[in-house]
C-alpha cells in the first residue's frame, strides 16, 4: 500500500481529504474548507502537509489555503481557468496535466458546470477520484457557470473511468441526493437498497463519503441520464440525455428533502 487517505468534515458539511504517500512521506490535502481541522487531522497522524490540490474557487473549498501554507509552506496547485479567484496557486494546472505528490501521480480533468473552472484529480493507479462539487455520491453539484448540459458532458468523462473507482466528494448532501433520487428513478431496486443504507448511516452520524464509481453508475441518475428508464419516469420518453440531465438538474433545485 502506497497511499493512505483520511476524510477531514469542515464547516457544515464540507470534506477536505488529506492523501499521504507512503514511499515519500509527501501529504497532500484535496481542497481546504477550513486549516483547523485540516491541522487536527494532519497533529493527530504526525503528518506535514507539503501540497494543497484545489478544485474550485468557492470560499468553502479555499479558505483554509493561507492558514495551512503559512504553517507547512505547501505548495498549492490548482486550476489555471480560476487561478485569478484563487489568489494563492502556485502552480497552475488544466487537462490533461499531471500532479505528482511524492511517487503518486493524479491526471487533471477539466469539469467545468458548476464553475467553468472546476477541475478534478484523478490517482489512476490507486484509483482515487476526487470529484469535489461536480459528482456527488447520488448527486452532482448544481451548474452556477455553465449550461446542465456542459455539466452532463464532464459527467460522462468520470463516467468512464473503473467502477473499482473509489470516489471522494466535496460534501456530506447524500441523504437528500438519494430521497430525491428515488423520484426520478423509482423502480431502480440497487438506489432503493442505497437510499435505505445511506438513511442508516446517516441516522448513525457516519459519513457516506467516499462511495465507489460503480455504485453512482448503478444508482445515481445524474450518471444515468441517458438510461430510458429515467427519461420516462420524468416524462421525456425519447429525449436525449443532456435535456434529460437539465430536467432532473432543474428538479433537483427545488425538490424538499
Ligand atoms: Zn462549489
Redesign the pocket.
Known amino acids: 500500500m502506497t497511499v493512505e487517505v483520511r476524510l477531514v468534515p469542515c464547516l457544515s458539511d464540507n470534506y477536505a481529504v488529506i492523501v499521504r504517500d507512503t514511499a515519500s512521506n509527501m501529504v497532500a490535502v484535496v481542497d481546504a474548507p477550513d486549516a483547523a481541522p485540516i491541522m487536527k487531522a494532519l497533529d493527530e497522524a504526525n503528518w506535514k502537509l507539503t501540497h494543497i490540490l484545489v478544485t ?1 474557487k ?1 470560499a468553502d ?1 479555499i479558505q483554509g489555503i493561507l492558514a495551512l501554507k503559512q504553517k507547512y509552506n505547501a505548495t498549492v496547485i490548482g486550476p489555471r481557468a480560476e487561478a485569478g479567484e484563487i489568489p494563492t496557486l502556485d502552480t497552475q494546472v488544466a487537462e490533461p496535466d499531471t500532479v505528482e505528490v511524492g511517487s503518486l501521480r493524479a491526471r487533471v480533468f477539466d469539469t467545468p458546470g ?2 467553468a473552472g472546476h477541475i478534478c484529480y484523478w490517482f489512476d493507479k490507486e484509483k482515487l477520484l476526487f470529484s469535489a ?1 461536480t459528482l456527488f455520491a447520488l448527486g452532482c ?1 448544481r451548474p452556477f457557470e455553465r449550461p446542465a448540459a456542459v455539466l452532463w458532458q464532464s459527467l460522462l468523462k468520470l463516467r468512464k473511468l473503473p467502477d473499482d473507482t473509489t470516489v471522494y466528494c466535496g460534501h456530506e448532501y447524500t441523504l437528500s441526493n438519494a430521497r430525491f433520487s428515488v423520484t426520478v428513478d423509482p423502480d431502480n431496486a440497487a438506489l432503493k437498497a442505497r437510499l435505505a443504507a445511506v438513511e442508516k448511516a446517516r441516522a448513525a452520524g457516519k459519513p457516506t463519503v467516499p462511495s465507489m464509481l460503480g455504485e453512482e453508475k448503478a444508482t445515481n441518475p445524474f450518471l444515468r441520464a441517458d438510461d430510458p428508464a429515467i427519461a420516462a419516469a420524468v416524462g421525456m420518453k425519447g429525449a436525449d440525455a443532456a435535456a434529460v440531465f437539465t430536467e432532473i438538474r432543474e428538479r433537483k433545485n427545488t425538490f424538499k428533502a
Open positions: 474550485h468557492h473549498h458548476h464553475t462539487d453539484g
